[in-house]
């Protein structure tokens, strides 16, 4: 049962250019979106995150765009630098009038993102 | 910045020992969660834990599993009876508010082997 979908699992982009990593999702209740990086021998590290209320959300080089017709998700990163090779996290989560709970996100498989010099 | 700290960071142990996973959360923050990853699969949601009682729990966390507060800084993970499929990475995070914007601070984890 994957509610939370990345489909690529890896991404290779030349250093300065354009990261997209994208995410599906299936239930409809998620109201709340979240990308987590994760290096090697560390935990996931948030990166930023976007409310159902919104499409866009910009914090420096990383943008999230969400489009809730699509139950689509993406993570745009420019330009790309070597230090952003890591594994992406696409995570979701629902309120509580929507039978979620505090703490619960549901997680996608992740997409390894490798950035060459 | 502060962190979560976990130890160990790597656990091995023969299957039908219990072992204890234990964590650090941020000093002012009031909930605590456990995560896991099997190799090769997504992140999963294990518990919750806040104001010294679970919250909510996941159906991997069965009667195999407890969580326990014991003082006023570790939070840790017990498994009675260990399986081969307890092999993990084990997370523990915590966050301090209680909204559903949920920025949660992750540990560095506990990789779980059982032979």
């Known amino acids: 049962d994957q509610q939370v979908k990345q489909n690529s699992p890896s991404l290779s982009v030349q250093e300065g250019r354009i990261s997209i990593l994208n995410c599906d999702y299936t239930n409809s209740m998620f109201d709340y979106f979240l990308w987590y990086k994760k290096y090697p021998a560390e935990g996931p590290t948030f990166l930023i995150s976007?409310?159902?209320?919104?499409d866009k959300n910009e914090d420096g080089r990383f943008t999230v765009f969400l489009n809730k017709s699509a139950k689509h998700l993406s993570l745009h990163i420019v330009p790309s630098q070597p230090g952003d090779s890591a594994v992406y996290f696409c995570a979701a989560s629902a309120g509580p009038n929507y039978g979620g709970s505090q703490g619960n996100l549901i997680f996608g498989k992740g997409t390894k993102l490798s950035v060459k010099p | 910045e502060p962190e979560v700290t976990q130890t160990p960071s790597h656990q091995v142990t023969q299957m039908g020992q219990e072992v204890i996973l234990r964590c650090v959360p941020i000093?002012?923050?009031?909930?605590f969660y456990w995560y896991r990853q099997i190799l090769g699969q997504k992140v999963e949601f294990l518990v919750s834990?806040?104001?010294?009682?679970?919250?909510?729990k996941s159906e991997i966390f069965d009667d195999q599993f407890s969580v326990e507060r014991p003082d006023g800084s570790n939070f840790t993970l017990k498994i009675r009876s260990t399986k081969l499929e307890d092999s993990a990475m084990y997370f523990c995070?915590?966050?301090?508010?209680?909204?559903?914007?949920?920025?949660?601070?992750f540990g560095s984890g506990t990789q779980l082997s059982v032979l």
């Open positions: 976007i409310s159902s209320i919104k």
């Open positions: 834990f806040y104001n010294n009682e679970i919250s909510e």
């Open positions: 000093s002012n923050h009031l909930y």
């Open positions: 995070a915590s966050n301090s508010e209680r909204t559903f914007n949920e920025k949660l601070f």
